[in-house]
Nanobody, 111 residues
Framework: QVQLVESGGGLVQPGGSLRLSCAASGFTLSNSVTTWYRQAPGKEREWVSQILSTDITGYALFVKGRFTISRDNAKNTVYLQMNSLKPEDTAVYYC?????WGKGTLVTVSS
């Protein structure tokens, strides 16, 4: 069964860090393009970051320099390290690969 499961969300203070995980089953992430999106309350889902099978990465301007995407092929998992978090980063974060979406993990940045 093809599945993506996100984890690692939670409540963090402004300036804090979180690491999100996107674990795949039923297919290999190292052969795929994996993308992180986020959706804040009342807003459209937006593209955050992407890692290609060649390990080339890309970031939205609003996270560049603060977020880092990476992949552990042995664990078939893609990570999103999020540093210097801001209240405007509050959203449900989703990963996407091979036409499959995870159910998302909630990140709340608040003091």
């Amino acid at each position: 069964q093809v599945q993506l499961v996100e984890s690692g969300g939670g409540l963090v203070q402004p300036g804090g860090s979180l690491r999100l995980s996107c674990a795949a089953s039923g297919f290999t992430l190292s052969n795929s393009v994996t993308t992180w999106y986020r959706q804040a309350p009342g807003k459209e889902r937006e593209w955050v970051s992407q890692i290609l099978s060649t390990d080339i990465t890309g970031y939205a301007l609003f996270v560049k320099g603060r977020f880092t995407i990476s992949r552990d092929n042995a664990k078939n998992t893609v990570y999103l390290q999020m540093n210097s978090l801001k209240p405007e980063d509050t959203a449900v974060y989703y990963c996407h690969a091979r036409s499959t979406w995870g159910k998302g993990t909630l990140v709340t940045v608040s003091s």
